[in-house]
């Protein structure tokens, strides 16, 4: 439904929780290996120390600099959810700090990922809380709007829907659709496989190493 200056869209569906539990073992870069290496979110910093991100987007398009529809986001999530907020990447003010992260945590939110800043560094740093921003500052939010929630957004480079599915870790944060998640599972472990055969030939010392030269011999070098 439309309300004045706020579009707000229904509240997301939770990812499987055999899918979010699987994820939990994969590293980033292996997702996004199986994604094309084309998708995937760009530029955030990672503000917490390194408790995986794992979750359902539940997505908030902010005016820069703007959390009110934040507070509302606060009031709806479920258990699970990650805020998924497009801050049109503005570094000057905070979209969250200490306080909302303490209740988000209490809601059982499972990080937030912001194309925007934050503030509170040290608390999110301290509490663990997964964190992906593009920036800090000591500034303040504003609290007029308007913004939109539960719509598609577009954070870091990607557009993330509501109900994607979040993996963040030390390398970034990739989203899919949920309905991906059996098939990219099954080619995340292939993945591993391969570089596990090519770390143990990495291990035997030899200068001649078949995975290096299968790549170059492809382009005639």
């Known amino acids: 439904m439309t309300l004045s200056n706020f579009d707000i869209g229904p509240i997301p569906k939770l990812a499987p929780e055999a899918l979010t539990a699987a994820l939990r073992d994969v590293v980033t870069p292996h997702l996004s290996d199986n994604l094309r290496r084309l ?27 703007d959390n009110l529809l934040i507070y ?3 009031k709806d999530i479920e258990p699970g959810h990650v805020l998924v907020i497009d801050g049109a990447g503005d570094p000057h003010n905070a979209l969250v700090g200490e306080l909302i992260m303490l209740y988000a945590m209490q ?3 499972a990080g937030f990922v912001i194309d925007g800043a934050i503030r509170d560094t040290r608390a999110f740093f301290e509490a663990d809380f997964p964190c992906h921003a593009r920036s800090s500052t000591h500034r303040g939010p504003y609290k007029f709007g308007p913004g939109s929630m539960n719509r598609d957004v577009c954070v870091g480079g990607q557009v993330v829907h509501p109900g994607d599915v979040v993996v963040g870790g030390e390398d ?8 991906d998640g059996e ?6 472990a292939q993945t591993a496989r391969t570089e596990d055969a090519i770390k143990a ?6 200068v ?9 011999s492809a382009h005639g070098l």
């Open 39 to 65: 998708s995937g979110i760009v530029g955030l910093q990672r503000f917490h120390r390194a408790r995986k991100l794992v979750g359902t987007a539940f997505t908030i398009k902010a005016r820069p600099g």
């Open 72 to 74: 509302r986001a606060l």
């Open 107 to 109: 809601r059982g939110c």
């Open 172 to 179: 970034g944060v990739v989203c899919f659709d949920p309905a």
């Open 183 to 188: 098939r990219l599972l099954a080619a995340v």
């Open 201 to 206: 030939e990495i291990a035997t010392g030899r």
């Open 208 to 216: 001649e190493q078949g995975w290096l030269d299968r790549t170059l």
